[in-house]
């Protein structure tokens, strides 16, 4: 039977007054995971229109000469630093809340649960488990079927001024068995630099398929694997691959299958949904089947147990060199950083200047 999901509630009219009772409802409730983030937002606001008025009118006053023309500066400043920030506290807000208030629904018409905040997700990919402060917001899922998670997944790293945040939009498909630890790195979101992934893998487990699958994607496998992907991706699934994931790294782990992107699949666009039904009645389709029969020669059968019989299930069916593809370290930009520190090095220890290093 064909995959479908009930959309209606991320395109039907929606009053202000719907979604101001549902923001009353959720605050209300006590629920840590619904609270009103704009009070970092107030914070702010409250310190700064503090703080940069009196900065501004005593610089003022002082270049005056006058005690007055600082206060009238500074309470100009006030008043049009508080104004200001008012409008863009509350604008945007209630845009949230209508977008909060369609996901819960939606996750609701298809037996799926909401979730605005979640904690750090438990999944093993190579988006996950980098940096801190991992969450994933706007957060849909479901303990039963195919499709098990959607949202937004961020993390944070460094610190002081080089800490970043790190967006990803993921989605999470069960499969019915183990697989070896697959990647199908997408060409067509790479940079210069290569893989937009950050996490990177050993250049000696590429593995090419032929043909135009190989012209959108580069397949890693774990090493001696090779015969395993072959087995895997047949002609069927590949085209699939191309036909509607070609846009997103897509990534085998355990009995998991992973979707990355940076701009695509947000919960409150029906075509998200749409698009997934689709990867789930063709891509995640025949991945399912895949796994069903996939066996690792490596592994041996219980003792006293023949063939196909004596499959084993769980974590154990891939031998532990399949489990993981092998790591790398991305040597470019860390050949970039530590040749920009050097330059600025011998710049401020010769007091030299760009146009004395590379004149004209």
Known sequence: MATTFDTRALTRPVTPEEVSAFRRA????????????????????????????LVIGANVGATAGSWTVGLVTGVVVLVVVVVVGVVLLTRGSPARWERLLRAEELARANGMEFSPRSGTPPYQGAIFGIGSDRKV?????????????????????????????HTWRFAAIRLDGHLPHLLLDAKVNNTFLGSNLPTLFAKEQRLGLGGEFDRHF???????????AFYIFTPDLMAHLIDETAAFDVEVVDDWMFLYTRNQLRITDPATWQRLAR??????????????????DRVPPPPGVAGASGRIRGPQAIAPQGRRLKRRVAWVPVVLV???????????????????????
């Open 26 to 53: 959720k605050l209300a409730s006590g629920d840590p995971r619904w609270r009103d983030p704009r009070w970092v937002g107030v914070l702010a606001l409250v310190v700064f229109s503090i703080v940069f008025p």
């Open 137 to 165: 917001v706007e957060h849909v899922w479901s303990t039963r079927g195919p499709v098990a998670d959607v949202g937004t997944y961020r993390y944070t790293t460094g610190s002081g001024k080089n800490r970043s945040t």
């Open 218 to 228: 580069d397949l890693y496998s774990p090493e001696q694997y090779g015969h395993d």
């Open 279 to 296: 990867i789930s009645d063709t891509v995640s389709a025949r991945m399912r089947d895949r796994s069903r029969s996939y066996r690792d």
């Open 338 to 360: 530590a040749g920009y520190m050097v330059l600025r090095f011998v710049m401020d220890a010769f007091d030299l200047r760009l146009t004395d290093l590379f004149p004209g």
